[in-house]
């Protein structure tokens, strides 16, 4: 058995320091005396360096410790990874891209093509992160006014039409949300094969969807019992339609040599944090289902880190340092693959870390954590047996 | 303003070359990995129109070939100063997103992104791409399109409620909005594509035709842009072939049957006609020819000076 580990790709910023809220790695704050590159040399003049130059630079050290690929995330304002993975293309040998995107927001038709010229381009090294939930205004500001079921009614076509015009050509459809009469992919295109699918969701509809189409569910990291929970639902609902899934944890980790400097790191950063700036990170309205049971995981309060310790090696506040989940993974080398491991014996077939900054722990991870795996991985399985 | 001179790299020209899974079988051993393919290729004309001066590239949308916007983006790295010029289909999905890919390549490549938008086909061709807009709807579209691309990129909260497109409460942040919305170049002969332009083209190009005939094309949206309050540049599509000696031009011209309008002839006939064109107020040369790769380097090489020398004159009268 071997495990797909991936990296991200901040494409939404990058800290230079967990211990500071400031994008100080690229052009995403502007240029001041701290961040001076990409963008400005010495004399104040354009360097000609730009944010993918430093995402170039994440990817190839996340490759060279043996990641798989790397997750480029989609926000408001990311940089687009359809945009990113193609200009990294030729600058990586075996980095895999997975793009995250909404499909609600491409043609299924005109998506299928661009990913089929990435296969060429890349030699099968583009993956999925289908995103269908997200909701409330932040839809609207990307101009889908569909609701939240309907936005999975429609991924599940986007996927049938998408798939289908990979099998060539004479593919007719008639959906709600897309028509295609006798189209298809050229042979030069449909030759390639069709990305790995990733899929997030909480919902039932999210599973509905996940259960026809997604290779891998991808959850954010919870308490490993619900985590554990979760998956062995996800595979036996999929199992009942005749399928196979597989499951996936996004998780950031602080991992040092002690789990004393680990800790030490994350009460860094959380004291940082200005009151305006707690405050501000508790969450907007959302009728994302995963972002709610995020938001449920942590107490509104929390005046100290530690009281957002929620198990062993486990912090809820890591939402408070950037964007995205609450939940992580602190501790010594030897604790996170301890607890990875965990997650393996409890059904996770794959991976994507994060670290800030994302280049050094690229390295620090890949180094350290990564070749301690399996050690207990074996004795678990055995004992889930 | 300065003329500009763009190589038309067309994914679906010369496409057996450099795909791996054309590869003969012989006597010679051959090293050369799945890898190593067209997007080498890709990159190699890339690199020789850069070297010869072109000042970008134009990639038309071929739906059965690589995409173009793919294509643009793996290629931009390699050649740090050519604009680049991708074309997709008005159907390729959400303007808001479209605008968002559009400024993270423009952030990424020092702004050398430029918007060229196609109306791809009839209504068979555009239901095989799942495009069932109305024929007579497309040009809104597009001018919908542009109104929430641009819109997104300039101004925030941006709000729009159109037939095609609808966004509230929209609008690029920080750093997204730091760079310019790419230039808008778009294509047609017709009375509503012309009228479009008037209205939202940064760019018009026009298919090569006959000098007596773009004039009228020339004029008439001219004056349709002038009416609109806006200023129009334009352009021109130009198959060219040029030789040594017009002996080998024309012989060359015949067996690769180029198309009527083709500027054929030797290095200096050819640059004499685009300086024509020039004259008549074209500023945007798309130049095409196959194999891509050789007379990129031919053209750039021998025309390019030579229309530069004559049009030094034309910018300067202009």
């Known amino acids: ?385 | 303003m300065t003329i500009q001179t763009y190589w038309q790299l067309d994914v679906a020209e010369d496409a057996g070359r450099s795909e791996p899974g054309a590869r003969q079988s012989g006597l010679f051993r051959d090293v050369r990995p799945a890898t190593l393919n067209r997007y080498d290729y890709y990159a190699q004309v890339a690199q020789a129109a850069a070297q010869t001066a072109f000042d970008g590239l134009f990639l038309p949308h071929r739906p059965q070939s690589d995409d173009s916007g793919i294509v643009a983006a793996a290629i931009a790295r390699e050649v740090s100063r050519l604009k680049l010029i991708p074309e997709f289909p008005a159907s390729a999905g959400s303007a808001v997103y479209a605008a968002k890919q559009a400024v993270s390549f423009q952030r990424q490549t020092q702004e050398r992104l430029g918007w060229a938008i196609t109306n791809a086909g009839e209504s068979a061709a555009r239901a095989r791409e799942g495009d069932h807009v109305p024929e007579d709807e497309l040009h809104a579209r597009v001018d919908e399109f542009l109104t929430v691309a641009r819109g997104v990129h300039a101004e925030r909260p941006f709000d729009f409620a159109g037939k095609h497109f609808e966004v509230q409460g929209g609008g690029f942040q920080e750093p997204l909005n730091r760079v310019a919305f790419p230039k808008v170049f778009l294509q047609g002969e017709s009375e509503e594509a012309l009228a479009l332009s008037a209205r939202v083209a940064d760019v018009h190009l026009f298919a090569a035709a006959p000098l007596s005939k773009l004039r009228v094309f020339v004029e008439t949206l001219d004056a349709l842009a002038l009416r609109a309050g806006r200023a129009i540049e334009f352009g021109l599509i130009q198959p060219v072939l040029a030789r040594d000696d017009a002996v080998d031009a024309r012989r060359d011209a015949e067996r690769a049957g180029f198309p009527d309008a083709a500027i054929v002839g030797t290095y200096a006939d050819v640059a004499e006609r685009l300086a024509d064109l020039a004259r008549a107020g074209f500023r945007h040369f798309v130049l095409a020819a196959p194999s891509s790769l050789e007379e990129a380097y031919r053209i750039g090489q021998h025309v390019l000076p030579r229309f530069r020398a004559l049009t030094e004159r034309v910018t300067a009268a202009a």
């Open chain 1, 1 to 385: 058995m071997t495990i797909d580990f991936y990296w991200r790709l901040p494409s939404h910023g990058c800290h230079g320091s967990l211990r500071d809220t400031a994008y100080d790695r690229g052009d995403w704050s502007p240029i001041g005396p701290r961040n001076v590159a990409p963008g400005l040399d010495r004399n104040g003049e354009d360097d000609g360096f730009r944010y993918v130059d430093h995402l170039g630079a994440i990817a190839k050290a996340a490759e060279s410790v043996g990641f798989i690929g790397g997750l480029i995330p989609s926000f408001p304002n990311t940089d687009d990874p359809w945009v990113i993975s193609p200009l990294l293309a030729r600058e990586t040998k075996a980095f895999r891209f997975m793009i995250a995107f909404q499909p609600g927001f491409l043609n299924p038709v005109h998506a299928a093509r661009m990913s089929a010229s990435l296969q060429r381009a890349t030699g099968g090294r583009t993956v999925f992160n289908i995103i269908t939930g997200g909701g409330g205004p932040s839809q609207l500001w990307w101009g889908d006014s569909f609701s939240h079921d309907d936005r999975y009614g429609r991924t599940t076509e986007f996927l049938d039409v998408f798939k289908g015009v990979w099998g060539g050509e004479g593919f007719s459809y008639d959906g709600r949300f897309y028509q295609v009469r006798d189209g298809g992919l050229s042979p030069l295109l449909a030759r390639e094969e069709i990305p790995e699918i990733w899929f997030s969701g909480s919902s039932d509809a999210a599973l509905q969807s996940a259960a026809k189409h997604a290779d891998y569910y991808l959850s954010w990291l919870e308490p490993f019992d619900q985590l554990a929970d979760k998956f062995a639902r996800v595979k036996a609902r999929t199992a009942a339609l005749g399928g196979e899934q597989k499951c996936a944890v996004r998780v950031d980790l602080v991992a040092r040599p002690t789990e004393e400097e680990a800790w030490a790191e994350v009460r860094a950063g959380f004291e940082s944090l200005s009151p305006e700036r707690r405050q501000r990170a508790r969450g907007g309205p959302t009728d994302s289902v995963g972002a709610a049971r995020q938001q449920a995981l942590r107490p509104s309060d929390a005046t100290r880190y530690d009281e957002l310790i929620v198990a062993p090696n486990l912090w809820g506040g890591f939402s408070l340092l950037r964007g995205g989940p609450a939940l992580g993974i602190v501790g010594s080398y030897e604790q996170c693959a301890a607890r990875l491991d965990e997650l393996i014996a409890r059904g996770t077939d794959a991976f994507i870390l994060a670290g800030t900054p994302h280049l050094e722990e690229a390295y620090r991870v890949g180094e350290e954590v990564l070749p301690l795996l399996g050690r207990n991985a074996g004795a678990l399985l055995q004992a889930a047996e």
